[in-house]
């Protein structure tokens, strides 16, 4: 038997077996748009968001007090500037002199993003979704995120959103 080539029913019954495989893997798996998996992903990165998405707000109401788009850039980004897990971030001041900042500058917000309104009593209106990004330098691969985003009235109640694109990082095995 074991020299023994396998008829077309049995290869047929191997393809088969593994189509169901890969179908019940894809489809109860966390999927991209999963509210679970959003909220998981995004659970650790609430505060943080929330921190950034009331100073943005202040500073975006506050733009026309600063020289130029630089300083304006400058001032925003000032808390995220140096936070290695921050992939990308955008402030959206919309209304009569809308005016779109991002970190990187060059950087767009992905178009492809699916995404979900999350629950949570610290931030009202938050949505979430995945995303991949380019590394950072060349040979390294590119970064998948979880973006948590916001908009919403500023001060001034002119719409604002907000969006920061957070680094997933997979959990530490145990020792």
């Known amino acids: 038997m074991a020299g ?18 890969t179908l019940c893997a894809t489809a109860c798996g966390p ?11 995004a659970s650790a990165r609430i505060d943080a968001f929330s921190d950034f998405d009331r ?30 897990q921050v992939c990308g971030a955008w402030v959206e001041r919309k209304g009569s002199d809308p005016r779109t900042v991002s970190l990187p500058r060059t950087l767009a917000l992905p178009a492809d993003v699916h995404w979900v309104r999350l629950r949570d009593e610290r931030v009202r209106g938050l949505r979430s979704g995945t995303a991949a990004f380019p590394a950072r330098s ?27 694109a957070y680094l997933i990082v997979a959990p530490a095995a145990p020792p």
């Open 31 to 41: 999927r991209a748009g999963d509210p679970a998996r959003q909220t998981e992903l």
């Open 138 to 164: 060349a040979g390294q691969p590119e970064r998948s995120c979880v973006l948590l985003s916001r908009e919403d009235g500023g001060p001034d109640g002119v719409p604002i959103a907000v969006t920061v």
């Open 4 to 21: 023994r080539v396998p008829d077309r029913a049995h290869l047929l019954a191997l393809r088969l077996l593994a189509l169901g495989a």
């Open 55 to 84: 100073w943005a707000r202040r500073a975006a109401a506050a733009d026309s007090a600063f020289r130029n788009q630089v300083s304006f850039e400058e001032t925003v980004f000032a808390p995220l500037r140096r936070d290695a």
